[in-house]
């Protein structure tokens, strides 16, 4: 399901989105797709994208100017089938902005699901488009499904990978996930993590869930927000 809502901040979209979704926070990834500053004749805002695999939301009404989308009925993927033009299209635009940053690189489609699509970029240069902890390739993410949006497919999400970068991301947090709560519970204290984006703050709330002497949040303000785990004395 992929909603859109909008804020004075980042901060006052997102809650908006908790809100009127019934969510909590880290239940969904976020996306910003438009960013205006204050000026002196025009109102700041900010518009944002919402993925969540949550179905049946009871979504509250809708108003001010805020949108929703829902994929359901609309999937360009259902069968998953090939989209040759739109495919095309992002494939170049993809190729055509690492050009511009000053490096080259082929973009393929690394898969097809429902409602999404794998790019695969391969580059001499794939360490610095994935950047640290992943910050430049989620980046050149983000402009793929702004991209994306415009040419009319708002309703799929585009996921930029190079170098099997997203799977070894994954693996490593799920070992730290594991490795920082068995610490946790021998000196039963609590450790605060790196900043992450939802998607891997979601990876690690969702390993340790079912440790039951071990909780965890999330705390700060953004998309970067960290993550505490902490011991629960087992009753």
Same mark, same amino acid.
């Given at each position: 399901m992929i909603y859109e809502f909008e804020g004075k901040t980042e901060k006052e979209a997102i809650e908006i989105a908790a809100e009127k979704l019934g969510l909590e926070?880290?239940? &969904?990834?976020?996306?910003?797709?438009?960013? $205006?500053?204050?000026?002196?004749?025009?109102?700041g805002m900010v518009?944002?994208?919402?993925?969540?695999?949550? $179905?049946?939301?009871?979504?509250?009404?809708?108003?001010? +100017?805020?949108?929703?989308?829902?994929?359901? +009925?609309q999937a360009v993927f259902s069968n998953p089938v090939e989209q040759k033009e739109f495919e095309e299209n992002i494939i170049n635009f993809v190729e055509e902005l690492i050009k511009r940053m000053g490096y080259g690189g082929k973009a393929s489609v690394l &898969?097809?699901?429902?409602?999404?699509?794998?790019?695969?970029?391969?580059?001499? &240069?794939?360490?610095?488009?994935?950047?640290?902890?992943?910050?430049?390739?989620?980046?050149? $993410?983000?402009?793929?499904?702004? &991209?994306? +949006?415009r040419q009319g497919h708002e309703d799929v999400r585009v996921i930029l990978d190079s170098e099997n970068y997203r799977i070894r991301r994954e693996?490593?947090?799920?070992?730290?996930?594991?490795?920082?709560?068995?610490?946790?519970r021998e000196t039963r204290s609590s450790i605060l993590l790196e900043p992450m984006n939802p998607f891997d703050r979601?990876?690690?709330?969702?390993?340790?869930?079912?440790?039951?002497?071990?909780?965890?949040?999330?705390? +700060?303000?953004?998309?970067?927000? $960290?993550?505490?785990?902490?011991?629960?004395?087992?009753?």
């Open positions: 926070k880290d239940d &969904f990834d976020v996306e910003i797709i438009e960013s $205006q500053r204050r000026g002196i004749f025009k109102k518009r944002i994208k919402v993925h969540t695999d949550k $179905q049946n939301l009871p979504v509250a009404s809708l108003n001010n +100017g805020e949108k929703s989308y829902s994929a359901e +009925g &898969f097809r699901e429902e409602n999404k699509l794998g790019i695969k970029i391969d580059s001499e &240069f794939s360490s610095i488009l994935i950047g640290k902890k992943g910050k430049n390739l989620d980046a050149l $993410q983000l402009l793929a499904n702004i &991209f994306a +949006g693996e490593s947090l799920v070992r730290l996930a594991y490795t920082v709560a068995d610490r946790v979601r990876l690690v709330h969702t390993a340790l869930n079912d440790i039951y002497d071990v909780e965890t949040k999330s705390e +700060g303000e953004g998309l970067y927000k $960290q993550i505490r785990v902490y011991y629960r004395s087992a009753k």
